[in-house]
């Protein structure tokens, strides 16, 4: 879906100051987060995300907001594609032990369900383009 949206579509407004480009490279920034929290996880040090108030995640994107919209829109969905990818691949690749270890983990469920996160921005994006009925 990234590939087919041209530079009018990634300047697309989606809601407040949110663009489409600027959801894209919040999509990134969790997506690496994720993958950081993920190689903790795995080398023992552990985590504790699901723990944070609900406040948490709502500052840290406000925080970032200025930075996404800063960034060249073609940037922000290449970060987008190539996080993304990066977490995908390395859920992946996990030997089953650590993937059974993570699946029991009831700290992990952040970790392993990316897709929703995706998922949820990427029906705004559709329905901010047009592409899908509210």
């Known amino acids: ?18 663009t489409v480009a600027a959801k894209l490279a919040h999509l990134a920034y969790w997506d690496r987060f ?9 080398a023992g040090e552990g985590y504790a995300t699901d723990t944070l108030p609900d406040f948490h995640d709502d500052a840290l994107n406000d925080a970032q907001l200025a930075e ?10 290449r970060l987008a594609v190539e996080a993304a990818g990066a977490i995908d691949a390395h859920l992946h690749s996990l030997p089953t032990e650590t993937a059974v ?3 029991t983990d009831p700290d992990a469920p952040r970790l392993l369900r990316r897709h929703h996160h995706r998922s949820e921005h990427l029906v705004e994006i559709d329905v901010a383009l047009g592409l899908r009925g509210c």
């Open 34 to 42: 994720a993958l950081a929290l993920l190689e903790r996880w795995a």
């Open 1 to 18: 879906m990234v590939a087919s949206l041209d530079d009018a579509a990634l300047a697309e407004g989606v809601h407040g100051r949110w």
């Open 68 to 77: 996404h919209l800063a960034l060249p829109p073609r940037q922000a969905a």
């Open 101 to 103: 270890r993570l699946l």
